[in-house]
């Protein structure tokens, strides 16, 4: 297993005080909050400093740690000493959501939960807690419904009271027109209840991959349109992918970059169903051969354009 | 616990179901009723408009509370920075929104 230099990871020194790691870890911890940053592996640091900071910020955690010195070499396997722990009394700081990573455990972790006592799941007597997660999935998904095979991340007290995550595989029916934030409810495929009792939901929040084509924004979708400069300015029935299939699409006269057309209803299948926005891109035919390049030196003679003349030159 | 293969589980889109009561919150959330309440005092979280002695949430409620906690826990803020957190927050959201669309 691998040793966790937690002083490296909060940035501090050794002999950093109370202060100093807790201001620490609350500029790290907006940095990288998965709910806030947009750093990349920003969920893995967070994690990483929640775990320092957890026994960095308890006296008892700290000493303990403090003892085994600076960890073995890098590349070295980590194994705690026979004797370890002993002496020190860890007070659980309450079980949080994520994992901890097994160097963790394996100092802290069956110990820290027995204190920790069974503060969850108390909140309705009877029933099980209820689970949550979140899954990326494709467009597609929610254009269309369909079956998706979700793989989630379920933490688990093993046989020795140690938290593990497991991997749950569920095969779960999209619902068509779910939109990016909210949620997939599973009636009793939460957490078991301690003896007799309903075992409580889960409650799957869904978040879209890129599309290659779309863009969403709630309900609607958005796509970028190249069009030929003479389909813009003269009008024209172009052919335009939507979710739903190939569209003829009117292309009204005097259309520029940036004109935006509105097909209602050709979103997400929402309840209302969202619209479908189409941003037309004009696209310049390349000037590499002596056709092309007199089409357009003809144009540049008729047209008296001065495509600047906003900017007074 | 898990589904054979070939039949899918399904499940309702939660935001379009019934509304929540602090109660249903309180349980979805593994918090007290209280820290509920208190994230309606503080604009956190808003009741929808009823006629009824008890507070009503949409399904949206669900994903802003969480949110309101995880912040509250890992940030260790307290409920004026957690509000004023999410408000910036949305900001952010719209004016990104806004930018990719000029695009």
Redesign the interface.
């Known amino acids: 297993m691998e040793f966790k230099d937690y002083y490296k990871v909060m940035g501090v020194a050794r002999d950093a005080t109370e202060a100093q790691i807790k201001q620490a870890y609350?500029k790290l911890?907006?940095k990288y909050?998965p709910?806030?940053s947009k750093e990349k592996d920003a969920e893995a640091r967070?994690k990483e400093v929640?775990e320092a900071y957890e026994v960095l910020k308890s006296p008892e955690k700290r000493a303990a740690y403090d003892q085994l010195g600076q960890g073995p070499r890098a590349g070295e396997e980590f194994r705690p000493p026979p004797d370890w722990g002993a002496g020190f009394e860890f007070s659980g700081g309450g079980p949080?959501d994520s994992d901890y990573s097994d160097f963790f455990e394996s100092l802290f972790g069956a110990r820290a939960r027995a204190g920790a006592g069974t503060q969850?799941?108390a909140?309705?007597p009877g029933?099980g807690?209820?689970h949550?997660a979140t899954v990326l999935l494709d467009l597609d998904a929610t254009l269309h419904g369909g079956?998706r095979q979700l793989t989630l991340r379920v933490p688990e007290i093993d046989a020795d009271g140690r938290l593990v995550s497991k991997e749950?595989?569920?095969?779960?029916?999209v619902?068509k027109?779910?939109?990016a934030?909210?949620?997939?409810?599973?009636?009793g495929?939460g957490a078991r209840p301690p003896g007799e009792g309903k075992p409580g939901?889960l409650?799957?929040?869904v978040e879209f991959l890129p599309h290659p084509l779309y863009?969403t924004?709630g309900r609607d979708l958005?796509l970028d349109l190249p069009v030929a400069p003479w389909e813009a300015a003269l009008g024209a029935a172009v052919k335009t992918p939507t979710p739903t299939g190939t569209v003829d699409l009117k292309i009204p006269p005097g259309s520029h970059s940036g004109t935006k057309l509105r097909l209602k209803g050709r979103g997400i299948p929402a309840?209302p169903p969202g619209d479908f926005y189409v941003s037309l891109q004009i696209a310049l035919p390349a000037a590499d051969d002596d056709k092309a390049k007199a089409a357009y030196a003809a144009m540049a003679a008729a047209l008296p354009f001065n495509p600047r003349a906003n900017l007074g030159v | 616990?898990?589904?054979?293969?070939d039949?899918?589980?399904?499940?309702?889109?939660?935001?379009?179901?019934a509304l929540l009561t602090v109660k249903d919150l309180?349980?979805?959330c593994?918090?007290?009723e209280r820290h509920i309440v208190e994230f309606v005092e503080e604009g956190v979280l808003h009741a929808v408009e009823i006629k009824s002695t008890e507070w009503y949430f949409t399904?949206?409620a669900?994903?802003r509370a969480?949110?309101a906690l995880?912040?509250e826990?890992?940030?260790?803020l307290n409920l004026a920075g957690v509000a004023l957190?999410l408000e910036l927050?949305e900001e952010l959201e719209r004016l990104r929104?806004e930018l990719?669309?000029r695009r």
């Open positions: 609350r911890a907006r909050h709910d806030v967070f929640g949080r969850r799941g909140f309705h029933r807690e209820d949550h079956a749950r595989v569920l095969n779960v029916q619902p027109g779910i939109l934030g909210q949620h997939i409810r599973l009636a495929q939901d409650f799957i929040e863009r924004d958005y309840s | 616990m898990t589904s054979s293969e039949q899918p589980l399904s499940g309702a889109i939660f935001e379009q179901s309180s349980r979805m593994a918090v007290d399904g949206e669900l994903r969480r949110l995880r912040l826990r890992d940030l260790e957190a927050m929104r990719e669309a």
